[in-house]
């Protein structure tokens, strides 16, 4: 469970990443799409709880 937060936080960059991590382009991309995806989601579960609290 740990890891999951920790790729979670350095996809986010609030968490330094690991020297030692191979750093290439498709590396980079991977992380900018996965950072997307996480902003997002988390708008659409703030919408749906604004929308279930409105109602």
């Known amino acids: 469970m740990k890891s999951i ?3 979670i936080l350095q996809h986010l ?4 990443r690991d020297p030692g991590e191979v ?7 991977m992380h900018g799409m996965n950072r997307i ?5 988390v708008i659409a579960l703030i919408v749906m709880l604004i929308r ?3 109602h």
Not at 13 to 16: A, G, N, R, S, V
Not at 23 to 29: H, I
Not at 37 to 41: A, C, M, N, V
């Open 5 to 7: 937060w920790r790729q």
């Open 13 to 16: 960059y609030i968490k330094k």
């Open 23 to 29: 750093r290439n382009t498709n590396t980079k991309l």
């Open 37 to 41: 995806s996480i902003i997002l989601f």
């Open 52 to 54: 279930l609290f409105r």
